[in-house]
């Protein structure tokens, strides 16, 4: 379905802030202060009891807390999008609170190393030894590590879907939900929507072109299982919810992911949100009724799987 009229100016509005990754932008520390200069909704964001900002080793997390609910609580590890390259703890707050909120869990989002500066497999270590180090120390933490999920959107849902399959290849820590949303899952960049939906869409083919050429430049090493994890065995692995988007360049590798996870006998309920375009599930303010729809579907799912 096309794009409804409040949906296409949203659409243009943050296209107009974004970085031209690609074309007229290539340094990612230019596209970091671009997107940093962005102008913000003046909103009230989503009451928690606490945020915290500390360490997990070396890798820095930030812990959300929710107001009430079950002692000890479960706790989600959250990985945000932005390429792998350009985007922040600060960029994904919303989101974390909505999660934290409504889904009465703990949430951890890490700051984990960026691209160009620190290419893969980097990202993935810090995701992997992030996850490992808030089940080790759940007691300090507070939380139920017995109710460990992992969740990100785009290239931080291809961070949710590795660390799950590192965490089955290195037995541990046992992750009970992983929720993916839009994620990456194949450098290959080569489905339909890829080209139906290369432009005119917040997200466009050259970005993503940019981002894996900063995140893995090897390009020799893509079609790797921790990298495109649409080439992984993904038998034995945590129920998923994978969230997608009609007009997203990354719908139909998240959707084949979701497939090939069924395939495998892993439970895994694929959603699309028709007229929607990458980036309206982390939207701040809820301006869209579709970001509230999937952000309660995503809470329901992990209050269901975490119980």
Request: net charge negative; charged share 20%; aromatic share 8%.
């Amino acid at each position: 379905m096309a794009v409804d009229a409040m949906t296409r100016a949203i659409i243009d509005t943050m296209s107009e802030f974004f970085p031209k990754l690609g074309t007229e932008v290539f340094d990612a520390a230019e596209a970091r202060r671009i997107l940093a200069q962005a102008p913000k909704l003046d909103v009230e964001p989503p009451a928690v009891q606490s945020i915290e900002d500390r360490m997990a080793g070396d890798i820095p997390i930030r812990v959300y807390r929710p107001d009430g609910g079950e002692d000890p609580p479960p706790v989600v590890v959250f990985f945000h999008g932005g390429g792998w390259s350009i985007c922040t703890l600060d960029t994904h707050d919303w989101v974390c609170r909505t999660l934290c909120r409504d889904a009465q869990v703990v949430v951890v989002s890490v700051d984990y190393r960026l691209a160009p500066e620190h290419p893969y497999p980097a990202a993935v270590e810090d995701a992997y030894a992030a996850t490992v180090w808030v089940h080790e120390h759940a007691a300090e933490l507070g939380v139920d590590p017995g109710r460990l999920a992992v969740a990100g959107d785009s290239a931080g849902g291809n961070l949710a879907a590795v660390t799950c399959l590192k965490a089955r290849d290195l037995e541990g820590p046992p992750i009970r939900f992983q929720l993916l949303v839009y994620p990456a899952t194949d450098a290959a960049q080569d489905s339909p929507s890829c080209r139906e939906n290369a432009t005119g869409y917040f997200l466009t083919a050259d970005h993503m072109a940019w981002f894996w050429d900063s995140y893995q430049p090897d390009r020799s090493r893509r079609a790797e299982p921790y990298s495109s994890p649409v080439h992984a065995e993904l038998g034995n692995l945590p129920p998923a919810l994978v969230i997608t988007a009609e007009h997203d360049p990354l719908r139909d590798e998240g959707e084949e992911y979701g497939r090939l996870l069924r395939k495998a006998g892993t439970q895994a309920e694929t959603v699309r949100f028709d007229g929607m375009f990458h980036s309206f599930f982390t939207l701040a303010g809820n301006l869209l009724p579709a970001t509230k729809q999937a952000t309660d579907l995503a809470c329901a799912a992990l209050t269901g799987n975490l119980a």
